[in-house]
């Protein structure tokens, strides 16, 4: 029990280190033309609720494209099955939150951060871009990015209350444990998926017809 407890708090302190510095929560300290990875999760909880880290994680994309300092948002996210999209989940509320189509691009094969970070770079073609979720999960991305030499930054959003906060940030601590295990362990390679293509700031296939 001791050993987990070490496990837990090493791969804690190791991700945030990682991170120290790189999260803002002004997105008006953006730099010009910034490109932003919107990391996915689910629109709705089991219970059919509204998901709060969902609707934060799209009005910190949306009042960072209003201050007209981001070029593009890649809204990557979980699409393996026919029932459950993410990315066009995030595409359709960032459109509700006044978000122009053309600044949109969406990755569907954002499986795990990991994925969508990779994907950042190797499939989108970007070196340097702003990383959006609740700053928990930031700082996972970060870790990640710095171990793949990709120079990101953070904006963080808000968190959710309650219970499913109390529930997501428990769960955190595992899937730091698991970040830093794929990273330093295993050297765990994200999925080779070849969806998309590197960005030209317009969307690269009709959203209309999305699966």
Same mark, same amino acid.
């Given at each position: 029990?001791?050993?987990?407890?070490?496990?837990?708090?090493f791969?804690?302190a190791?991700?945030k280190h990682?991170?120290?510095?790189?999260i803002?929560t002004?997105?008006?300290?953006?730099?010009a033309g910034?490109?932003v990875l919107?990391?996915?999760?689910?629109r709705y909880?089991?219970?059919?609720?509204?998901?709060q880290?969902?609707?934060?994680?799209?009005q910190?994309a949306a009042?960072?494209?209003e201050?007209?300092r981001?070029s593009a948002i890649v809204?990557?996210?979980?699409?393996?099955s026919?029932?459950?999209?993410e990315p066009l989940?995030?595409y359709?509320?960032l459109r509700?939150?006044g978000?122009?189509?053309s600044?949109i691009?969406?990755?569907?094969a954002?499986?795990?951060t +990991?994925?969508?970070v990779?994907?950042?770079q190797h499939v !989108?073609?970007q070196? @340097?871009? =702003?990383?959006?979720?609740q700053? /928990?999960h930031?700082?996972r991305?970060?870790?990640?990015a710095g171990?793949h030499?990709?120079?990101?930054t953070?904006l963080g959003?808000?968190?959710a209350?309650?219970? +499913?906060h109390?529930y997501?940030r428990l769960?955190?601590? !595992?899937?730091?444990? @698991?970040? =830093?295990?794929?990273v330093?362990? /295993?050297?765990?390679?994200?999925?080779?998926?070849e969806q998309?293509?590197p960005i030209e700031?317009?969307?690269?296939?009709?959203?209309?017809?999305?699966?």
């Amino acid at each position: 029990m001791l050993f987990v407890l070490l496990v837990i708090f090493f791969s804690h302190a190791v991700v945030k280190h990682a991170a120290e510095g790189k999260i803002i929560t002004d997105p008006r300290e953006l730099p010009a033309g910034s490109v932003v990875l919107l990391l996915g999760t689910s629109r709705y909880t089991r219970s059919g609720a509204p998901n709060q880290f969902f609707h934060h994680r799209i009005q910190a994309a949306a009042r960072a494209y209003e201050t007209g300092r981001v070029s593009a948002i890649v809204a990557s996210g979980d699409n393996s099955s026919a029932g459950y999209n993410e990315p066009l989940s995030m595409y359709n509320a960032l459109r509700e939150a006044g978000v122009d189509s053309s600044a949109i691009v969406l990755d569907y094969a954002g499986l795990r951060t +990991l994925d969508s970070v990779w994907r950042m770079q190797h499939v !989108f073609g970007q070196d @340097q871009f =702003v990383i959006i979720s609740q700053p /928990f999960h930031v700082e996972r991305a970060l870790f990640i990015a710095g171990h793949h030499g990709i120079g990101a930054t953070g904006l963080g959003a808000e968190n959710a209350t309650g219970a +499913l906060h109390f529930y997501v940030r428990l769960r955190e601590y !595992f899937a730091r444990v @698991q970040a =830093v295990l794929d990273v330093y362990l /295993f050297r765990t390679e994200p999925e080779q998926t070849e969806q998309g293509s590197p960005i030209e700031f317009t969307p690269p296939f009709d959203v209309e017809s999305a699966p």
